[in-house]
């Protein structure tokens, strides 16, 4: 009987300057870990209704799905940037700084959706051509792509909303927007898809089903920023006040600017790596698929906890709190090295029998096995990265994660991964040592900048004037 009342004071707004560190932080991911349970979810059975379509269909999706990602990316930076900006007027009670600022945030991605799915919509055919798409598939991604890209101005601003809210301590009405947004696409997937009451729209209807999902979820987000009970909140008759100025553009565009030209630059990497893989034959690339899957899987808890470390991390800075910060991304670390420390021990002892879930094939078996158990150990390392990272950006110290990644990624991995396995005539392992030996770069040297780096400053001096 009193299960619901419980249950709400899980997800109620708390003060992260003050109080118990693994209270705040379990008090901000766990929100996060049910949306990206609904996620994956969702990501099964999409998949599943398109593949009723054929092999052709599953490929368009795929494949206009990473055209899709590559202009996402500009709003992951942007969703960063919000967190770090927000979060820092929210640690210092400036609550009206901070809701006139999310006005201007939200003026801004308004324009950058409208500018992004522009764009988009006028270069699809010549991007899908450049991921190389067959003609057939390029058909039916081309109008999959269009109808993403031309909702982009109503389907964008729900991930900043989101950070919006999560910056000003809102973690419910972030995941109840999340979770109905794929509930409805879920329900919409079917009809659209494959007609069921519906013209039966196949690809098309896929994306027409995420669009209508988005402005949903974009809607709602708007209407919690103006009637919700957040510490931001909107109001009409300050509208005036969130005509971006000069200086928050600025801000803004320092942060996203480095921020997105890594993820870019990561995705640019992961490319070239498939390339190096490729060359050593169909066995070497399917084990370097499903090492990449197993690795995706036990990294999504981590990526939720680099998200409250960002939101934690924002809130002391602002707060001044540089010891409680650094405890808390420690606290962070410490979850996530368990969590992939657990996962990585059970798949090193458990190799043969977890890949062969995936593969039954011996020769790709046997190459898989390989990949893990040199990659494996690394993910402790991994689990540091992750969240440090986002402890930077959240401290808007975007420059460090920026150079880290760029040279553990293309001044170690790339090179090693080309060079080793003819040099010391090991063949593809070479190229999973190199994988390792640039988890392990960016574990130490985040460590090490953590401690001692620019960060701090970013902490001590001013932030954005309103």
């Known amino acids: ?21 693994t209270k705040n932080i379990l008090s901000v991911v766990f929100p996060l870990w049910i949306g990206t349970i609904f996620y994956t979810i969702f990501t099964g059975l999409d998949t599943y209704w398109v593949s009723r379509l054929g092999s052709a269909a599953i490929a368009a999706v795929t494949v206009g799905g990473s055209g899709y990602m590559f202009f996402w990316t500009a709003l992951v930076g942007l969703s960063n940037a919000t967190i770090a900006i927000l979060g820092e007027l929210v640690g ?32 699809t ?41 999560r910056s000003g301590g809102d973690m419910l009405s ?35 089903a995420g669009v209508i999902a988005g402005a949903a979820g974009t809607l709602a987000g708007i209407w919690v920023l103006f009637k919700g009970k957040s510490f931001i909140k909107l109001d009409l008759k300050k509208i005036k006040l969130y005509f971006p100025r000069l200086h928050t553009l600025k801000e803004t565009l320092r942060l996203v600017g480095p921020n997105t030209v890594e ?19 169909t066995n070497a690339l399917a084990a370097y698929g499903i090492g990449t899957r197993l690795l995706t899987l036990a990294s999504l808890p981590g990526l939720d906890l680099a998200m409250a470390t960002a939101i934690i991390m924002s809130n002391n800075a602002g707060a001044g709190k540089i010891k409680r910060a650094m405890a808390s991304t420690w606290t962070a670390a410490g979850f996530n090295m368990l969590i992939m420390g657990v996962g990585g021990i059970v798949l090193f002892v458990f190799t043969r029998e ?7 094939n011996p020769e790709v078996v046997n190459v898989s096995i390989n990949y893990l158990k040199i990659t494996v150990p690394g993910w402790l390392f991994l689990a540091v990265w992750t969240i440090f990272r986002r402890a930077f950006i959240g401290a808007k110290d975007v420059a460090t994660p920026l150079f880290i990644s760029f040279f553990t990624l293309i001044g170690v991995q790339i090179p090693i991964a080309i060079y080793l396995p003819k040099t010391a005539n090991i ?16 574990g130490i040297i985040s460590v090490v900048l953590f401690q001692h780096g620019r960060w701090k400053a970013n902490i001590e001096s001013k932030p954005i004037k309103i």
């Open 1 to 21: 009987m009193n299960f619901w009342p419980n249950f709400y004071k899980l997800f109620k707004k708390e003060d992260l300057t003050s109080g118990s560190i």
């Open 92 to 123: 210092q009670k400036d609550y009206e700084g901070a809701s006139i600022l999310s006005g201007e945030i939200l003026a801004i991605t308004m324009a950058a959706s409208f500018g992004l799915g522009f764009v988009g919509y006028l270069i």
């Open 125 to 165: 055919p010549s991007l899908l051509k450049l991921l190389g798409a067959s003609p057939e598939v390029a058909v039916l991604a081309t109008g999959y792509l269009r109808i993403y890209m031309a909702g982009a101005i109503i389907t964008f601003p729900v991930y900043v909303i989101n950070s919006i809210l």
């Open 174 to 208: 972030p995941m109840l927007i999340v979770c109905g947004q794929i509930i409805l696409n879920l329900v919409l997937d079917p009809l659209l898809i494959l007609g069921v009451g519906f013209p039966k729209l196949g690809v098309d209807g896929a994306a027409l």
């Open 263 to 281: 993820m870019l630059g990561i995705s640019v990497v992961g490319l070239v790596m498939i390339g190096i893989v490729a060359r050593w034959g």
């Open 354 to 360: 977890v890949v062969r879930l995936f593969v039954l």
């Open 427 to 442: 063949g593809v392992n070479g190229v999973w040592w190199a994988i390792l030996a640039a988890t392990l770069g960016q």
